[in-house]
């Protein structure tokens, strides 16, 4: 191998964290850190630090959070450390004064075998509409995002089972492994990136929100419980419960077939002494963990004890 790459890593969330430890572990040379801003979290509004900042500091490394990614001084002392590349891991975007900074370049690993599933949130998005297939991408930063050339790529089967929260794990092993590759080929004169392929039918991973997290019960079982389990780790796929003439928000973070047909208007609950049951639009559904406003998620069995469901309720 020729000399170690001087590198500066660019992350945030536990996603990250896989990949930075492994650098660390690595034939090269992290140089410093780059992550966000200690953020106001929780009840107390207490600010609490990223899981790329724990980490970083867990190392040793030396750290930056700016607030800006023009800052000039920031800016400056980056390009003062001399890198060779930049890593970039669940971050945001990044201006162009900032990933021309390196002398061989800034790539990012996304999550997605691009340039399917480009956007913020490609793991949930994967489960949620029935892939089978997906993986992760190494690719230069240009101007646009998730759009530029493809160095190297890996795939990875999604389970039956397979929750959003099971996927992130499968991916973060295999992206840092996918990114110590990437380096090793940048490092040898290796890398050959490719313009990503031009499709008709692109899926995207758009940003997760309120309206793209709503259960619609008038869909098929299979698409709800792909929702539910698409969103398992975060946000969690949510409904509104008509209770005693009240309606309130929920949260579904696990469900399952019953096999039994529906026999009931979408929404509708039935429920008996193993369990809650939904209709939806061909099939019942049994819901395994749930979350009330003010509560904590729990077991449909915990809620049971302590919460009495009526004939009437409904899911809407």
Not at 8 to 26: C, Y
Not at 39 to 64: E, I, T, Y
Request: net charge neutral; glycine share 8%; aromatic share 6%.
């Amino acid at each position: 191998m020729k000399d170690k790459l001087r590198i500066v890593f660019l992350g945030t969330p536990d996603f990250a964290v896989g990949v930075l430890n492994a650098l660390v572990k690595g034939a090269h040379n992290v140089i410093g850190v780059v992550t966000a801003p200690d953020r106001p979290s929780g009840r107390g509004r207490n600010l609490q630090a990223s899981a790329v900042k724990n980490a970083a500091l867990k190392h040793g490394l030396d750290l930056w959070q700016p607030e800006s990614l023009k800052d000039p001084e920031f800016l400056n002392e980056l390009q003062g450390l001399n890198p060779d590349v930049f890593v970039v891991v669940a971050f945001r975007m990044l201006p162009e004064v900032l990933w021309r900074i390196p002398k061989q370049g800034t790539f990012n690993l996304h999550a997605s075998l691009l340039p399917q599933y480009r956007g913020a949130a490609p793991i949930n998005w994967a489960i949620i509409n029935g892939e089978t297939k997906t993986g992760v991408t190494t690719f230069f930063i240009d101007h646009q995002i998730d759009t530029g050339a493809i160095i190297q790529s890996r795939s990875c089967p999604i389970e039956p089972d397979d929750n959003a929260s099971k996927l992130h794990d499968k991916l973060m092993e295999l992206g840092t492994e996918l990114v110590l590759s990437t380096l090793e080929a940048i490092a040898q004169g290796q890398a050959k990136p490719q313009p990503q392929e031009s499709h008709s039918a692109l899926k995207s991973a758009p940003k997760l929100h309120p309206e793209n997290t709503r259960i619609n019960w008038d869909q098929s079982a299979e698409k709800i419980l792909n929702l539910i389990r698409g969103l398992d780790a975060y946000p969690g796929a949510w409904t509104n419960l008509m209770h005693q003439g009240e309606v309130f928000k929920v949260k579904i973070y696990e469900a399952q077939k019953t096999g039994l047909e529906a026999s009931s208007t979408p929404g509708q609950i039935h429920f008996d002494k193993k369990g809650l049951y939904v209709h939806c639009q061909d099939q019942q559904i049994a819901i395994n963990s749930i979350q009330l406003p003010g509560k904590k998620k729990m077991p449909i069995q915990a809620l049971m004890n302590g919460f009495s469901f009526e004939k009437e309720d409904k899911f809407v």
